[in-house]
């Protein structure tokens, strides 16, 4: 073997180690991939809770937690805004799902309660004997047929109206603004953390409404709002933290 075709085996063989090398080094960095994918995937998916509603509110917490988180973080200003947002956010879930709650329970697929039997001593009611009720329609018969007489003065001035005719044509009221209706209850806190609560509710209201009407069963309702208030006040205290950590800049010296 001369020198030339030497160097070329070595060429060769140099070649296809360091093939090999970026072959495994591919390999492993393709499986480091898939353990994180499979550590921060949804678990749910694979094994879902022995709960429905736990699944369902699963899937409204993904949909809500971004932009709750979003506009927590917005209200910097004062400790007070990010307490009215998150009371307020807390009572608007509550009350939003209450009267569907309500029917669930005392609703529909209720029995209406029976009247009640006689009392002991009391007499059952008879029956009108049948000429009473034959009167009865003569004299609405003859009710109708009589001629009723209104006395209206010709010369009266149309535009001069009684009192109870002027209260009758008051304009109505102003229909309330929903924003200061918005967390009834709830009365002092501070307005700017109500008024982001209020746009930011209207953002994921549908989310929790549609989730919550999709739930037929009783049990199922009660533990979604339970587990939904649960959830968003631990993720409130989560947002408030990571505030907390967050470094301000220094103040730049005065020029």
Known sequence: MNQEEKVLRQYVRKKISKMIREQEEKEFQLRQVIRKLLREGDISDVHPHRSTAINT???VLKKAI???RTDY??????????ESFRAHILKAMKDSVAPSLNNAKYGAGGTLLSEPSNLEGEEAPTEEPEEEAGDLDAELAALEE?????DVKGDEDPKDKSDDEKKLNVEPDEEPDE???FGAGLEGMDETGRNMAYTTFRKISQYILDAFDML??????EVFIDYLLTNTKLYFDKFESELQNTV??????EA
Do not use: C, G
């Open 179 to 181: 924003k200061s209706e």
């Open 216 to 221: 037929a069963n009783l049990k199922d309702k």
């Open 57 to 59: 509110l699963e899937d």
């Open 66 to 68: 971004p932009t709750l």
């Open 73 to 82: 973080k917005r209200l910097t200003t004062d400790k007070s805004q990010r």
């Open 146 to 150: 009589a001629d009723v007489q209104v």
């Open 248 to 253: 301000d800049e220094p103040d730049s010296p």
